[in-house]
Structures are given as structure tokens and as C-alpha cells.
């Protein structure tokens, strides 16, 4: 027997009721707990104030309801106006006051309430804002409505993305996320704890009950709605279990209260006439956005192909090709034979040639007229234009390759310096040590070394999670999300010239797919300790000093690259990170100065180069090194 | 004549127009909250606009890893003699009480030391700089401080604090010293 249809205003009632219990829970807490705002409370707003902007009529009002006694007179009006809404009367002056009221109050308490908050108080704050709605336009049904089907379609959301979100993450479904939180003091249960664990099957079984729960809410805006009641039993039983285990006793009212709206808006009801335009606006803007984003998707890739425009492609021996510009090439605007110095940019993993732009910048601007070096940047194979043919460049050894073949292709006969930040500074050595072209120095800006994972937890510890954000990220951006990425900092700190397609790279999915495949090939190469390669020639080395500060290890690897060099120096540049080495003006202006002295010390400035020659050396190791110790 | 007319439509306007809004505005909300729920906060380019902090639901509960760790911190003080203490529990987590399900003031406490924990050990694993100066700091700081006030009967010359992800119940799992403090000069005498 199908259960009678929940009309309109009992959907409504059920739902400002509900919810007006989790906000009497609430600010019943809140008043027993008044301590929390004095000093060494967790509310102490002499403290908290410092999290919001100063001197601004919101600041004036957050400094009033910061006082204890207002925050605690607030507090007792929202206990009066939930007392409101549980009692017996359909007075629609009382209802909508107080459901104002509990609105008004939760969004101001917000601030005040920050560090201790969870999610019951934002489901019951977005309910008694649409009760506020549906109560305001209690005369016309179609804003009433309205009202409902957001406050259906956000429970149907809350459900649904809680469910999505876990099967995304690594620990749902193994047994280890219900076992984890149920060890747990705050959230946990020692008797749940005695139970399940050594019993994997158990916690198994239960976390993809939950998972499988949350993920399916949708169902019920299927079969006419003949599934919301049994899925609102499921949900309701699943709250009680939490509410039990993990003592979230307010998440039972504040979540329930959306099962009635869900009901009332999945029912097949003709006799409440009701208006379903939210939930057809809402799934014709979810058809447009997915267009939208298939449309975004393919324009960052064609930004993302046509680069800045002036690259030069070559083609490998295995077919990858390599997009490269050269910027400040006399030798093609003359005709006549380059005797200037080359310097060739090897990125990080995961970066853009468009990161070593003010590098490039400060150190045209800053060398000599007759010594301003020819400047390559480019795009290993898989990133930005440059192709990569699957199943190939799958060992650190391919890859070294490629940039060997790449670098004597651009140098001919000329003076070359190596210049690579991170991954890159180790690619520019093992470059350095198996090319033939004349290189002249190796400059490593704040570089890998191949024995970090082992040597460093924290480069350790960092590495472990590193893969399965280039997948998530690979897979997001697949799947069209790109237009929800946000702006990076590197991006912005970057020349107004650079931002456009490092962002589109950013969002591309190739540069993630290409991190994943260096990365694994990293890993690999990393795990047979092959040590440092041995350079012929001197190298410059550029530690950021908050990679100095935060891992001291770190510093220690940098020192022993130029160990492996002959001669060189090692320097520390203050203020940066390993970052902002390359992105941050100042910093990498510091950064040019040092390339800059140590391009012009490695190659004669006077055109008189000579293959057979040692180059000129920069100021010894030792001195370098004393300069580091007084500025330590 | 005209006038009746022209008053009359856009009365009928209004009245449709109006629901319109509402309905369109709703549906807008609905979609940007659906646009803010990926598995990686990266994505969450709509949040920044919601100043406020309330009008976008976040419904990640749990997700996409749950916290299987209690933040525990810990302090030790130094008395005006140059003794050290042990190092103390600052907020110690009771046992679970079935009332809790329904009654738990305490809970938002602990809740308040997490979200405090997480705002710190977060600005830790980033720069360090103005980590001493960040709200999350400064409220676990004067939380360890007033705990000691109401334990100690002398004034210390000051103290220092761990944060420690603990794994609870379970003996068989070793605790994670997330951060330790700089030494804290004691602020006040009350």
C-alpha cells in the first residue's frame, strides 16, 4: 500500500521542526561551554577577531556579538525561537520570525563559533534559511516550492558527494576507515573499536554499506519516488549508528530535517499541484556545465599546443619531438656565427618552461652586451606542444637521453650551460655528464638528488602521497573539471606574458599524465641509489634558504653535488623557496645575479672560447662555502 | 485606460517575475554547491567568493580520508627555580557515555582543538613564517596556558607544548610527534 502523499506545508513544518532541534542542541552546548570565550578558551575572540579584516562595519558588529554576554544573549534567543518552532501553532508571523532568527544568528555566530563548528550547524543553517524563504512566501506555493526542492536536492547532495568523495580517497573500503576513526578518542568508540578490529571482513563490509548508501541517493528521484521512503529509513538508521558510535547526536535532527522535502519533491502528487522549476533549472545547468566543460577542456589544450607561438619543434630519434624557444639568438638576426654563451633551461617535474621566466629576464638584462647569453627553454616530450609517443621515455636513462639529443641538437659547437631546477638539476647533470656539446658549467637550482628518498623523511614522506595527487589531478582534469582549478600563486607571481599558458598547462591534463610517468621513472631510477654523475666541469649550486631551514638534509645533498663538479660554488638564497626560486621576482632575480657571475666566469666573454680550454673558473668552493658559514 | 492596462501587467509581471528569481537564485546555489564538492580542494575555485564561510555547504564529511588520529597536546612547564616539569595532558579526552549521543557540550572543545591542530600543523608542513603569529597557534597556546594556570600552583617562568597525532585506543600504533613549540614565556600571573 503506497503511504499517503506528504503535502506542502507538512513537508515544510516537518523540516523548520527538525532542524530547530539540532539549533536548541546547539546553542544549549554553546551555553554550557561559556568558558570557551575567555582567555584560553577555544572562542577567546580577542584572538579569533585577528582572523577577520579590521576597520569595516562587519568588523564593528563581529567585535559586538564577540562579547560574552551578547554572544550568550544570542544563544538564548535561538533557544526561544527553536522553543518557537517545535510548538503546536502554524502561526505563520511566529515561523517566520524564528526561522529568521536561527538563520540571522547561525550566519553571525559563524565567525564567533569558527574553531569548534561541524557539519550539523551548516545543514541546519541552510534549512531554516529556506524555511525563512518558503515562510516569506508562505502565500504563493511556487516560492514555497522552490524552497523545497533546494533544501531535496542539497540532502540528495549531501548524501551523494559524501559518497563519491570517499571512493575517491585511498581508505574507504579497505576496512581501514571505520577502524581508524573507531580507535579514536573523539570520534571513536573503544567498545565499535573491540569489535571490528582483527576483523577486516566486518569493517569491509560496513564501509561499503556506507559508501554505497551515500552514493546511490539519487535513486529516488527514480520509480515515481516509491524509493525516497525506504532510502530516508536507510539514511535515518545510518545517522542513529553515527549518532551512537561516534557521538554526533545533533547530526540525526539537522540531517533528517531534509528527509521531508526529499520525500515531497520525489512523491508522484498531483494533488498538491507542486512547481518543479529549481529541479529542472538545476539539471539543465548540470547538461550546460558538462558542454562547458568539454568546450574549456579543449581550448586550454589549444593554448596549451599553440604555446606562446615562436617555438621550434625537433624531432627525436624515437619519434617524441621537443617545442623550444630561443630567445635572443643574434646569431639568426645577423647571419652571422653566435660566439655568445648558450644557456639551456631544464624544468622540474610538473613544471612549465614559463617558470623560469624572470630568470630569464634578469639574466639578459643584467649581463654584459657583448656576454648576454642565448637563452632555450623547452617542453620535455608529453608536456605542453611536445608529443610523446606512449611506451617510450619510461626510465630516467630515456629521458637524460632525450635531453642530451635535444641539447647538442640546439648547441652545434657553441659554449653551453646547463641550468635545471629540481628533477631538472639532476637531468642537467646526467645530461652534462653523457653529452658530447661543449658544456661549459652546470647550474642546479635547488635540484634533486637521486639519494633524497632515502636520506630525507620529509622528502620521503612528501613522495609517498606525490603520485596519487598527479592521478587525481591527471583523472580530474580529464574528465572536463579544469574550470574549477583555481589560479595557483606561481601562477600570478609570474610575468603578465607567461600567466595565460601556464595556467592552461596548470590545467591541462597532459603536463599531470607526463608527471606521473617522470615520477614513476624517478622512483625507479632513485630506488637503484645510483649516486651522482661526475661532472667535467664546475657547478653552481642554489639552495632556497626555507628548503635549507625546513630540511636540513636537503642542504647536505646540495653540498655533495658540488662535490661531483670541479669546482663551483654553493650558494643559499635568502627569502626563497623551492618554488619561489623561479616564480617570486625578487628571488629569482638573486638567483640570476649568481647565474649571471658564474656564466661569465665559466665562459670567456671575448669570443675567444676554445673547446679544448678549462673554463674559467668561478671563486673557489671553499671560498664560497666560508661565505655560507658566516651567513648561516 | 492604458494606464489600468500597464498597471495591471506589470503587476502580473511581478508576480511572475518574482517566484522566477527566487527559483533561479536557488537553483544557482544549488549548482555552485554541487561545483564545490571535488575530492581535492584545488578545485574549489567557488569557495574564495563565499566570504562568509556558510553559504557554500561543505558535504566532504569524512572524505576523502577520515581523521584516524586524536590531536593530543601535550605541555611542560619551567619554574622560576630552572626545574622542568613532566610533560601534561592539556586537554585530556574522557571516556564515551551513551548520553553523548544525545548531550555532548564537550565535544565542541575537542572539535575547537582539531580544527586549531589543523590550521597550525598546516601552516608547519608550509612556510614557517608568521607560523607564531597564525590564530591556530595563538588559540592552542592560550589553551595550554590557562589549563596550566588552573594546575599549577606557582606561576612558571614558562612552558612549551607538543601537538601528537595519537592513534587513540590502539596500543599497537605509535603516536606521530607533529610540532613542538618554542619555549613560551609565561604572559601572565591571574
New interface residues.
Given amino acids: 500500500m503506497n503511504p499517503s502523499p506528504l503535502g506542502r506545508s507538512e513537508s515544510l513544518l516537518r523540516m523548520e521542526r527538525l532542524s530547530a532541534v539540532t539549533h536548541l542542541?546547539s546553542s544549549?552546548?554553546?551555553l554550557?561551554?561559556s568558558e570557551?570565550y575567555h582567555?584560553?578558551?577555544?572562542?577567546?575572540w580577542q584572538?579569533?577577531s585577528?582572523?577577520h579584516p579590521r576597520q569595516s562595519r562587519r568588523a564593528a558588529l563581529l567585535d559586538r556579538i564577540g562579547r560574552p554576554a551578547v554572544t550568550r544573549g544570542l544563544h538564548v534567543a535561538r533557544i526561544a525561537a527553536s522553543l518557537g518552532l517545535l510548538a503546536p501553532t502554524r502561526n505563520r508571523g511566529i515561523r517566520l520570525a524564528s526561522n529568521a532568527t536561527l538563520a540571522t544568528t547561525?550566519?553571525l555566530l559563524?565567525?564567533r563559533?569558527?574553531?569548534?563548528?561541524?557539519?550539523s550547524d551548516?545543514?541546519s543553517?541552510?534549512v531554516q534559511s529556506?524555511s525563512t524563504?518558503a515562510r516569506l512566501?508562505e502565500r504563493?506555493p511556487?516560492?514555497v516550492d522552490?524552497?523545497l526542492?533546494?533544501a531535496s536536492?542539497?540532502g540528495v547532495?549531501?548524501?551523494t558527494?559524501?559518497g563519491?568523495?570517499?571512493v575517491?580517497?585511498?581508505?574507504?573500503g579497505t576496512g581501514?576507515?571505520i577502524t581508524?576513526?573507531a580507535?579514536?578518542?573523539?570520534?571513536?568508540?573503544?567498545r565499535t573499536?573491540q569489535l571490528i578490529?582483527g576483523r577486516p571482513g566486518l569493517a569491509k563490509a560496513l564501509e561499503n554499506s556506507v559508501v554505497a548508501l551515500e552514493c546511490v541517493a539519487p535513486i529516488i528521484f527514480l520509480a515515481g519516488g516509491r524509493l525516497t521512503r525506504p532510502y530516508a529509513a536507510a539514511a535515518t538508521g545510518l545517522h542513529l549508528g553515527i549518532?551512537?558510535v561516534m557521538?554526533?547526536?545533533r547530526f540525526v535532527p539537522s540531517f533528517c530535517s531534509l528527509h521531508a522535502p526529499m520525500i515531497y519533491t520525489t512523491q508522484n502528487d498531483r494533488t498538491n499541484r507542486r512547481?518543479d522549476?529549481?529541479g529542472r533549472?538545476?539539471l539543465w545547468?548540470?547538461l550546460g556545465?558538462i558542454a562547458a566543460a568539454a568546450g574549456q577542456r579543449a581550448l586550454t589544450r589549444r593554448t596549451v599546443e599553440h604555446a606562446r607561438g615562436d617555438e621550434r619543434t625537433l624531432e627525436l630519434s624515437d619519434t617524441n619531438t621537443v617545442a623550444y624557444r630561443v630567445i635572443g639568438d643574434r646569431a639568426s638576426a645577423a647571419g652571422s656565427l653566435e660566439r655568445a654563451p648558450l644557456v639551456v633551461f631544464e624544468n622540474g617535474l610538473l613544471a612549465t618552461p614559463d617558470h623560469w621566466e624572470w630568470i630569464v629576464r634578469h639574466l639578459r638584462s643584467i649581463s654584459e652586451e657583448e656576454a648576454r647569453p642565448t637563452v632555450i627553454t623547452s617542453h620535455r616530450s608529453g608536456y605542453g606542444p611536445s608529443t610523446h609517443l606512449p611506451g617510450t621515455m619510461l626510465t630516467m636513462g630515456d629521458i637524460a637521453n632525450a635531453s642530451t639529443e635535444f641539447v647538442e641538437h640546439v648547441a652545434g659547437d657553441r659554449d653551453v650551460i646547463l641550468v635545471g631546477h629540481s628533477l631538472g638539476g639532476y637531468l642537467a647533470m646526467l645530461t652534462a655528464a653523457r653529452t658530447s656539446a661543449r658544456v661549459r658549467g652546470v647550474v642546479l637550482v635547488d635540484s634533486s638528488h637521486p639519494d633524497e628518498l632515502r636520506r630525507s623523511e620529509r622528502q620521503r614522506l612528501g613522495a609517498e602521497r606525490l603520485r596519487d595527487?598527479f592521478v587525481?589531478?591527471a583523472a580530474?582534469l580529464n574528465a572536463g573539471?579544469g574550470?574549477?582549478?583555481?589560479v595557483?600563486p606561481w601562477v600570478t607571481a609570474l610575468p603578465t606574458e607567461a600567466q595565460r599558458v601556464a595556467l592552461a598547462q596548470f590545467r591541462d591534463q597532459r603536463m599531470w599524465t607526463a608527471a606521473i610517468r617522470e615520477w614513476d621513472a624517478t622512483v625507479r631510477d632513485f630506488a637503484t641509489s645510483p649516486g651522482l654523475p661526475q661532472l667535467r666541469c664546475p657547478a653552481l649550486v642554489l639552495t632556497a634558504a626555507?628548503t635549507r631551514?625546513?630540511d636540513p638534509v636537503q642542504h647536505e645533498l646540495h653540498a655533495e653535488m658540488l662535490e661531483h663538479a670541479s669546482g663551483g660554488s654553493h650558494v643559499t638564497i635568502d627569502g626563497a623557496?623551492h618554488d619561489s626560486i623561479l616564480t617570486n621576482q625578487v628571488h629569482a632575480g638573486r638567483a640570476a645575479e649568481e647565474i649571471a657571475r658564474f656564466v661569465a666566469a665559466c665562459i670567456d666573454p671575448s669570443g675567444a672560447t676554445d673547446a679544448g680550454a678549462t673554463p674559467a673558473a668561478p671563486r673557489p668552493t671553499s671560498e664560497r662555502d666560508n661565505e655560507l658559514e658566516l651567513t648561516s | 485606460m492604458n494606464w489600468a492596462i500597464t498597471r495591471t501587467v506589470s503587476r502580473r509581471g511581478a508576480s511572475l517575475l518574482g517566484p522566477l528569481v527566487v527559483e533561479a537564485l536557488l537553483a544557482s546555489w544549488v549548482v555552485a554547491t554541487t561545483l564545490s564538492q571535488h575530492p581535492n580542494r584545488g578545485f574549489d575555485r567557488l569557495r574564495p567568493y563565499d566570504r562568509s564561510g556558510v553559504l557554500l555547504p561543505n558535504w566532504r564529511f569524512f572524505a576523502p580520508e577520515p581523521a584516524i588520529h586524536d590531536y593530543r597536546v601535550l605541555h611542560r612547564w619551567v619554574g622560576k627555580s630552572g626545574e622542568t616539569s613532566e610533560w601534561h595532558e592539556s586537554n585530556e579526552i574522557g571516556p564515551r557515555r551513551l548520553a553523548q549521543a544525545v548531550w555532548f557540550p564537550e565535544r565542541r572543545t575537542q572539535k575547537g582543538i582539531s580544527d586549531a591542530c589543523t590550521e597550525m600543523i598546516g601552516a608547519v608542513h608550509g612556510s614557517l613564517d608568521g607560523l607564531h603569529d597564525t590564530v591556530g597557534y595563538r588559540l592552542v597556546r592560550g589553551h595550554v596556558e590557562a589549563h596550566i594556570r588552573r594546575t599549577v600552583a606557582e606561576a612558571p617562568d614558562g612552558f612549551q607544548f607538543v601537538v601528537v597525532a595519537d592513534p587513540g585506543h590502539d596500543d599497537d600504533d605509535e603516536p606521530n610527534y607533529l610540532f613542538a613549540s618554542r619555549f613560551e614565556r609565561w604572559s601572565c600571573d591571574g
Avoid at chain 1, 168 to 172: K, L, P, V, Y
Avoid at chain 1, 183 to 190: F, K, L
Fill in positions: 542542541m544549549g552546548e554553546h554550557a561551554r570557551a582567555p584560553g578558551g577555544l572562542n577567546d584572538i579569533m585577528d582572523g547561525s550566519a559563524h565567525p563559533h569558527h574553531y569548534g563548528t561541524d557539519g551548516q545543514v543553517f541552510l529556506l524563504v512566501g504563493r511556487r516560492i522552490a524552497a526542492w533546494a536536492l542539497q547532495l549531501s548524501y558527494a559524501s563519491w568523495v570517499k575517491a580517497g585511498r581508505t574507504w581501514g576507515a581508524g576513526v580507535r579514536t578518542r573523539s570520534y571513536g568508540d573503544i573499536w578490529r549518532a551512537r557521538a554526533l547526536g512547481h522549476t529549481v533549472i538545476v545547468a548540470g556545465l595527487g587525481s589531478m580530474s573539471s574550470m574549477l582549478l583555481g595557483p626555507k631551514e625546513s623557496d
